[in-house]
């Protein structure tokens, strides 16, 4: 065989294996992404922590092979997103309330939520928005006056990337060159919230309520209005004991309500027993009512039980 013909059979057998490849690859994320919410009734936390991580390895050698997989993408941002906010930062807040400085677990939420930031550029960059973009300070009204580009397809994306970005730089903020970056967060965040308010399970409100008070408030941070949120949040979704946790952490203790800190904490631990002891088999767990909320309370119970551990520290 005449070397010319052979590169040339060679580049079209190539050819076609990568085209299966994608065509496989676009199916199957599109059956994990619809897929993807049955991991929020996942009711023990430990399942959760241990099994993410190997998940998302997998993912990521998906998307190696496929890049212009916008599914992947979404979920590979959702779940590094979801993973540093669930696991990592419910481990560093021990850390936090001990005041150690060199917190392991706080570097793996940054990682983390670095590595969901990552993705979320290369996400924008599918949508025509270059990461130079994204990364000038005019992006937020670049964003306002581009937002064709994107449709309610992006919101789940966009929402988490937006998270991501403000849980890395909600955990580096001594370091003021990343301060301005909360103005990205909010036209992120901002966006999808409109296209899509009822995102996750209202986690729109809490991503609200903890922007509001952990952005200085130089740059629109609010207290008055995380409490508002927070208080919305636990009305509207009264099965997802996490909004509880958030307005004790983000608001009441910062605040220093050690009255109204005790009294919601006796309050929401009879509640996660309740849910707890309800949660007894993997069916039973599917069958509690608003099983959308396992995980969220499987969250909520790891935070309350540091809270309960650590109650004479932190008052």
């Not at 929020?40 to 959760?48: G, K, L, P, S, T």
């Not at 993973?83 to 793996?108: C, M, P, W």
Request: with cysteine.
């Amino acid at each position: 065989m005449k070397w010319p013909i052979f590169i040339g059979v060679l580049s079209l057998s190539l050819m076609s294996c990568s085209v299966v490849n994608k065509v496989g690859t676009s199916a199957m994320s599109g059956i994990m992404l619809q897929g993807s919410g049955e991991l929020m009734r996942e009711a023990r936390f430990e399942n959760f922590k241990q099994a993410a991580i190997p998940n998302l390895k997998m993912l990521e050698g998906l998307w190696f092979a496929d890049q212009d997989n916008q599914k992947l993408l979404t979920l590979l941002i959702k779940g590094y997103a979801g993973f540093a906010y669930a696991v990592n930062e419910t481990e560093f807040l021990e850390d936090k309330i001990q005041g150690l400085k060199n917190s392991i677990h706080k570097q793996r939420a940054i990682y983390h939520y670095e590595k969901s930031v990552y993705y979320g550029v290369k996400y924008l960059e599918l949508k025509g928005i270059s990461g130079e973009k994204f990364w000038s300070s005019s992006f937020p009204n670049f964003l306002k006056d581009n937002s064709s580009r994107l449709n309610a397809d992006d919101s789940v994306a966009i929402f988490y990337f937006a998270q991501a970005l403000g849980g890395s730089i909600n955990l580096q903020r001594k370091n003021i060159s990343k301060l301005p970056y909360f103005s990205h967060v909010k036209a992120l965040s901002g966006w999808a919230c409109q296209i899509n308010p009822h995102l996750e399970f209202g986690a729109c409100g809490q991503m609200k309520g903890i922007l509001a008070a952990s952005t200085p408030r130089i740059l629109g941070g609010n207290m008055e209005d995380a409490s508002k949120e927070f208080k919305k949040q636990i009305k509207d979704y009264p099965q997802n004991y996490l909004s509880s946790l958030n307005y004790m952490q983000y608001y009441l203790i910062p605040m220093y309500m050690e009255d109204e800190f005790f009294s919601m904490l006796k309050i929401v631990e009879g509640k996660l027993k309740s849910w707890s002891e309800s949660i007894t088999s993997a069916r039973s767990a599917v069958k509690v009512e608003k099983p959308e909320f396992n995980l969220f309370n499987s969250v909520a119970q790891k935070r309350l039980e540091i809270f309960k551990k650590y109650k004479k520290i932190i008052f």
